[in-house]
């Protein structure tokens, strides 16, 4: 890949055909705010027939980002390329912007990562989507915002995949010295985690193995504690794999990792599950014994 293109401009490294052939709406307000409107965009599998509802993936972003950053995250090539990605690979992806500025707005913005699968799932026969057959997909910073799917357990979250995540906010010193020990337990997915994980939703997790040591550390947590408590979980290491390595490694790894992430979501959303009910995909019966 050009070293030379912004990070803002570079897509992710694996395609699929199709990707420019998918449906996008693009703009949609979801809330407002002081004065601010919060917008997604929502990409479709092409020509549905009327009345068809497919799964769908929410892509939560990271940060702290400065309010002021244009273009905004979901504009970003990554999470139009990520929405194109999914659309072309049958289900409707989402990708939104949330006011994640600073650590001190992590309530602020998990309200608005709540608003937004509440518009989606409110409208979703606008978008053809199955409302009750959501993947959550963080990267990054945005990690955070799945302890509430962990701690809560909703039966519309069919599975949650986490890429170079920030898993335990407590590995940060930044966020350490900005925020009270309450909002690093609450907004710390490992946290979340119970000796009940394995009734939860499927996890899937990507690690970079020359990321940020803050990154690794709270993710090889999160596994220990994710194992500990019998969470079905897949596991992904990058061993050469930047913060960021689906728009920075363009090698094979990189590519095996997004398209077997592909397999595991659509795997999980279209199955037969819900929290609680065991497996997700059920085993054909064996033959009877001699």
Avoid at 4 to 13: C, D, M, T
Avoid at 181 to 195: D, I, N, T, W
Wanted: with cysteine.
């Amino acid at each position: 890949m050009n070293k030379e293109v912004p990070l803002h401009e570079r897509r992710v490294v694996y395609q699929i055909p199709g990707m420019d052939n998918v449906e996008v709406r693009r703009d949609l307000i979801y809330k407002r705010v002081e004065g601010t409107e919060l917008k997604m965009d929502v990409y479709t599998p092409p020509d549905l027939p009327n009345g068809t509802r497919v799964p769908g993936v929410l892509f939560i972003h990271g940060g702290p980002i400065p309010s002021d950053f244009r273009p905004q995250l979901k504009d970003w090539g990554q999470y139009v390329s990520y929405g194109e990605l999914v659309a072309a690979s049958g289900l409707v992806g989402v990708t939104f912007n949330h006011r994640y500025h600073d650590f001190a707005q992590l309530d602020q913005s998990a309200s608005d990562v709540a608003a937004a699968i509440r518009y989606v799932r409110d409208h979703a026969e606008l978008f053809n989507l199955d409302s009750d057959r959501l993947c959550l997909w963080a990267i990054s910073g945005g990690g955070l915002f799945l302890s509430f799917a962990l701690r809560d357990k909703p039966t519309f979250v069919r599975c949650i995949v986490a890429y170079y995540a920030l898993l335990d906010l407590r590995q940060s010193k930044e966020a350490s010295a900005a925020v009270s020990k309450e909002a690093l337990r609450k907004f710390s997915p490992v946290s979340c985690l119970s000796h009940s994980a394995s009734a939860g939703a499927p996890i899937f997790i990507a690690r970079a193995g020359l990321d940020y040591p803050e990154f690794k550390q709270s993710i090889d947590l999160f596994l220990r504690e994710a194992l500990a408590a019998n969470a079905v979980l897949d596991f992904a290491n990058h061993h050469q794999g930047q913060h960021g390595f689906d728009l920075l490694n363009d090698d094979p790894r990189s590519r095996w990792i997004i398209a077997r992430t592909i397999e595991f979501v659509k795997a999980h959303v279209s199955a037969g599950w819900r929290p609680g009910q065991g497996a997700a995909i059920r085993p054909r019966k064996s033959a009877k014994r001699a």
